[in-house]
């Protein structure tokens, strides 16, 4: 059985748009070509998972308008690569991270989308794509993390909103 205290607690975002179509951003200053993921962070001590769902989109694409649409069932893992690993002060002790994946249907403006939303900067650049191409273009050690967010929310990129 995994111990799940090794792993950081973190939350991440699909945002569908009204086609089904899903957010991407390309990671501030990050070379490609998997430098494109989804909206994620990690949870405040004593956080509610959605609050921090809510909280991250919000700090990483200025994106308020948003309607609850999933959450995975269970948590999802990855582990850390080792070439991270070669500092321990960014990780904490930790040698990956656990998931908890929430799906939103965007109901504001494109307009509304803001990555300079916050301080820290995590996007450069974004775009709408098809939920099929995360495993792409995300990098190599998160993709069957991305493969179950993917298997979970499959449904959800057929529906359009009315």
């Known amino acids: 059985m995994t111990d799940l205290s090794l792993y950081r607690p973190n939350v991440g975002v699909v945002l569908f ?9 390309r990671r501030h200053a990050t070379p490609g070509p998997h430098n494109w ?19 991250e989109l919000r700090e990483e694409t200025g994106v308020t308008s948003v309607e609850f649409l999933a959450r995975t069932d269970d948590w999802i893992l990855y ?10 002060k960014a990780w904490r002790g930790f040698v990956g991270q656990r998931q908890q994946w929430f799906a939103f249907r965007f109901t504001g403006q494109d ?22 191409e995360a495993c792409e273009l995300i990098v190599p050690f998160k993709r069957p993390a991305y493969e179950q967010v993917v298997a979970a929310f499959a449904h959800l990129a057929a529906q359009k909103s009315a």
């Open 111 to 132: 307009s509304e989308i803001d990555l300079q939303a916050d301080d820290e900067i995590e996007f450069d650049a974004w775009r709408w794509g098809a939920l099929s």
């Open 17 to 25: 748009n009204a086609e089904g179509r899903v957010w991407y951003g």
């Open 79 to 88: 582990d850390f690569p080792p070439e991270a690993m070669n500092n321990p």
């Open 37 to 55: 993921q989804f909206p994620q962070g990690g949870v405040d001590e004593g956080e509610d998972l959605l609050a921090a769902a809510l909280r």
